[in-house]
């Protein structure tokens, strides 16, 4: 192929990029030509000739029909909805088969109509669902509901259930002239020129390079991981520009087909667009779907899956039957786990916001790849080097050392080697590979949020979303019945609009903080009950009767505490959704959009602060409050608080964060899956008690779509929400508990097929919808990557042993003075981080009931204890030593610097990387030069076309360019 002037090689189009909006608009207000196809002729009722609405036929209806027949002639007529349009419910003896991907003839008229997913004359389309019941006492807002919807000139038949004959289908389509006259007022972009892109001329050196490597690459194996590009379809909007739809230049879009040219999930998003604005009730603020589904009016209302996600062929064989058998065969089924996403087939099915969460959520298990490896490698470089630990080798040879009681009465003296399993175990957590890995985790969590913002770009630009902005948002209703007596002109729309006084505002803001504060203080309440658990409890197991327990009576005391604190989680979590509904709805939001992102702060301060409270209480207040023995803290002055292990507190919070992780995990995946699993499988097995008189009898579309649960109240926000908790949990405490990325990855892997699964074959069809990006997740993520630096280092430097190791070597050891840190430099580290306590000065209640005699026969007269103070025979016994000052002043000191490097190194990441691809940005950049030369081609053909036409007519024409 030829160069062009520009210095571009032409090559063809194989990915799918879009038009900027700007353009398409100047683009628009340029093109002319001839009208569109002509509209079909419509009957006398407003219905396409070819698709009238089907009656009932039998004696006795004949009359009835004819009547509503005749009153449809006139819209405006205000007859009744009798349910005239009504056909009884009835068990198809056809095959389950769903119509193909792309139905060509009679064959697939056949099988649309036998699925349940056309009306019943074969021809209509069923672009939406209502559900109501007979009995249902709103049956005056519903007929002039209905008349409404026919008056808008949607196509609309009503079917009984099988099942119940109470309730009734209201099945809608939309012909192409209501398609097309939405589609422009709702500036849905639509396919009007195939894609062309251009690529840099390369010099011959790399020419012949990428040549060798094509070559190279065509002698490996196939990524197992790809999709075979022969099962998935040619989505041929990702191939060509695309434009506002309008009626006036239709013949500039590419149509192949009027009934295929708008899909599925297009069509359905139109008639929901109508069915918003269509009134129930003369007035102002009577109209809207929703509010007749909030009122009972209607029980449910969506659009229908295309068809079966099973078939009785192979995919291989005979391809997929429609879009949701592919889905499931491609990406839902659990034989495809290692496979990528087929996002633009998820994005056609369910919409942009969804396909914008599954992109999200594997980006972030791909980047979970790196941060299990390096977590995992950490984790093992503890294994490895465990036996060359000298601290663990310290305490499992320290038979000779004598550890004060952990309890008060009941717990005995110990040996610090008995503490030899849990040194060694904290060694695997916390050894020298814990400060790289913390800083790591803060620089990964940089790096994965900005080569998300990439990643976000490139799909926003496949899928047509960047120039897209959000149109003006209605007002709330809640909003409108409130405030509707004080209104105020809105300067974008230049409308009356109710208007919320400052005053107002104000204080619901001020009761919601209240709330909201409130709300957590009962959450520090729980905590506070938690700890008086721990501390009563430790004594309980010390006197047990088993010797295991007894004997590891700390441990216990941690595990069932922790389990606890984990009900109690669950069982806030309940009482926090309510809080925060009352809260949001307290405030009074002025739109929805507004209402879902002060929901989503609200639930994810309630859920954060419950799920993470206990942690930061084991990591950074366990242990440091509790005195010295026989002056020790107590809670209420009765009960003393709870010390950590001789081996340190690290262990008590990996315990923690593993047993927080792997419940909380498996419960959601249990809620999310198995929950609506077991619902849908007991409708199924009712149903076919009730109603399984045929062999190959089966329910219709619709009725199968009914019967399936319906997506939650909330949309995406409970799948958000636990992947942000996780995400919390794989960085805020990463240096205590370095498994957590690959624990994270472990589930998350079961989490996309489990969400896929959900969608596909367990929910409803939700609405598609559209969106840029992920919302004010991105704002959360962020904070939580500030937070966890903080956290990290506070935990390296506070909660593990890091730090006085480090000042031993270096001031105290034996290599004091040689700038030297290895294993032979903390001989001695152990007998210098511990105190000498004398036991007679124990006071009574501390004092233990047993005095153990050690291996020389005597009485104990000294124990040890986990502090840096004075010995008890100094002139100031039990104060702080100097080494105490060194510890707290290096800790103090790694703070500052780890915050400020890690922060630093953060930001440099964060303006080094682009937000767009530079590849991206140059796509976009020709294209709009590529749009501006198909504007004056389209201008300059205008003009010649003008000329003609006067030269034709005999008309003067000046002698003017062209």
Request: aromatic share 14%.
């Amino acid at each position: 192929m030829e160069a062009s002037s520009s210095g571009f090689t032409e090559v063809a189009a194989t990915n799918g990029s879009h038009a900027h909006a700007e353009s398409a608009m100047e683009m628009n207000a340029v093109l002319q030509g001839p009208q569109g196809t002509t509209p079909a002729s419509l009957s006398p009722a407003g219905f396409p000739a070819d698709c009238r609405p089907t009656f009932l036929q039998n004696d006795k209806a004949t009359k009835d029909d004819k009547m509503l027949y005749d009153a449809l002639e006139g819209i405006n007529s205000a007859s009744k909805d009798n349910d005239s349009l009504l056909h009884p419910g009835n068990l198809t003896s056809t095959s389950d088969d769903a119509s193909r991907l792309d139905p060509v003839g009679e064959g697939g008229l056949v099988k649309s109509r036998s699925s349940g997913l056309v009306f019943r004359d074969g021809k209509c389309h069923i672009d939406f669902i209502l559900v109501y019941r007979k009995s249902s006492a709103q049956t005056e807002k519903r007929e002039v509901f209905e008349r409404n919807i026919r008056a808008e000139g949607l196509h609309m038949e009503k079917e009984s259930s099988i099942t119940n004959s109470d309730i009734i289908f209201v099945k809608l389509h939309a012909p192409w002239e209501v398609l097309g006259r939405y589609a422009e007022i709702m500036n849905v972009r639509m396919p009007f020129r195939r894609k062309i892109y251009y690529l840099h001329r390369r010099y011959k050196f790399m020419s012949r390079l990428e040549k060798q490597i094509s070559r190279f690459r065509g002698w490996l194996p196939r990524s197992p991981m790809r999709l075979d590009k022969e099962t998935l379809p040619d989505l041929e909007e990702n191939d060509c520009y695309t434009a506002p739809f309008s009626q006036q230049r239709i013949h500039h879009f590419i149509i192949h087909n009027k009934d295929t040219f708008f899909n599925n999930a297009t069509r359905s998003k139109i008639v929901h667009h109508i069915l918003q604005r269509i009134k129930y009730e003369e007035g102002k603020n009577k109209i809207g779907l929703n509010r007749l589904l909030s009122n009972g009016c209607y029980e449910a209302a969506f659009p229908l899956h295309e068809g079966s996600y099973k078939s009785k062929n192979s995919i291989r064989t005979h391809g997929a039957e429609n879009h949701r058998h592919l889905l499931y065969e491609c990406w839902a089924w659990w034989g495809v786990w290692y496979k990528y996403q087929p996002l633009d087939l998820v994005r056609r099915y369910f919409g942009e916001k969804i396909g914008l969460y599954f992109a999200w959520l594997g980006w972030y298990t791909g980047m979970l790849f790196p941060a299990a490896f390096v977590g995992l490698f950490v984790f093992l470089y503890g294994v490895i080097t465990l036996n060359h630990c000298q601290v663990s080798k310290e305490v499992c040879e320290a038979k000779d050392i004598i550890m004060c009681p952990l309890c008060d009465k009941h717990c005995p003296y110990m040996r610090l080697s008995d503490s030899c399993v849990y040194a060694k175990v904290t060694h695997l957590f916390d050894n020298g590979a814990t400060v790289f890995f913390a800083v790591f985790m803060a620089i990964w969590a940089t790096v994965f949020l900005e080569f998300w913002k990439r990643r976000r770009a490139v799909l926003a630009y496949d899928w047509d979303l960047i120039d897209w902005e959000e149109e003006e948002e209605e007002i709330r209703p809640q909003f409108e019945a409130k405030y509707s007596k004080k209104e105020r002109i809105n300067p974008i729309s230049g409308k009356p609009e109710p208007y919320q006084a400052f005053a107002d505002k104000c204080s619901r803001l001020v009761v919601s903080a209240s709330g909201i504060f409130f709300m957590i203080l009962v959450v520090i309440a729980a905590v506070f009950g938690i700890v008086v658990y721990r501390v009563v409890t430790v004594s309980t197991f010390a006197a047990f009767e088993w010797a295991l327990i007894r004997n590891n009576s700390q441990v216990a005391t941690t595990g069932t505490a922790v389990c606890i604190n984990f009900c109690i989680i669950m069982l806030l979590n309940v009482l926090y959704e309510k809080v925060a509904l009352l809260l949001t709805n307290l405030e009074q939001p002025r739109t929805e959009s507004e209402w879902e992102n002060s929901f989503t702060l609200k639930m994810f301060l309630f859920q954060f602060v419950n799920l993470n409270s206990s942690t930061f209480y084991i990591a950074f207040f366990l242990g440091r409050f509790t005195g010295r023995p026989g002056a020790y803290l107590r809670l209420l002055n009765r009960w003393r608080l709870e010390e950590c292990h001789p081996s340190g507190c690290l262990i008590d919070l990996c315990m923690q964060m593993g047993i927080i992780m792997v419940l909380k995990q498996t419960w959601n995946n249990f809620m999310e899956l198995g929950y609506p699993l077991i619902q849908n499988w007991w409708t199924r097995r009712r149903l076919r008690q009730e109603h399984w008189n045929e062999k190959k009898a089966f329910f219709p579309q619709w009725e199968k779509d009914y019967n399936l649960q319906p997506m939650n109240a909330y949309g995406l926000f409970d799948e958000y929400l636990e992947m942000i908790l996780q995400f919390g949990f794989t960085t805020i405490f990463v240096a205590a508990f370095p498994l957590a990325p690959l624990l994270a990855l472990l589930n998350n892997i079961i989490e996309i097929r489990l969400d896929a699964y959900k969608f596909v074959t367990q929910w409803r069809r939700p609405l598609a919808q559209r969106a840029k990006d992920i919302g004010i997740w991105y704002g959360i993520l962020e904070g939580i990557g500030i937070l966890s630096v903080i956290t990290n280092a506070f935990v390296i430097a506070v909660t593990s042993d890091f730090i006085p190791r480090l000042v031993y070597a270096y001031k105290y050891g034996p290599c004091a003075g040689q700038g030297q840190a290895g294993e032979r430099c903390m001989v001695g580290y152990v007998n210098s981080s511990l105190s000498v306590f004398l036991v007679s000065n124990f006071e009574n209640r501390s004092e233990p009931l047993s005095n153990r005699s050690d291996h020389s026969g005597t009485a104990t007269k000294y124990c040890r204890y986990r502090d840096y103070r004075a010995h008890p025979e100094a002139k100031e016994p039990y104060v702080y030593t100097l080494q105490f000052w060194h510890v707290l002043a290096a800790r103090l000191a790694f703070i500052i610097v780890f915050e400020h490097l890690v922060f630093t190194v953060k930001n440099l990441i964060s303006y080094l990387i682009p937000d767009l691809p530079k590849d991206l940005r140059d796509r976009m950049r020709r294209e709009k030069y590529l749009i501006q030369e198909m504007m004056y081609e389209a201008e300059l053909e205008r003009l010649q076309k003008e000329k003609k036409e006067r030269k034709k007519n005999g008309k003067s024409y000046h002698n003017e360019w062209p």
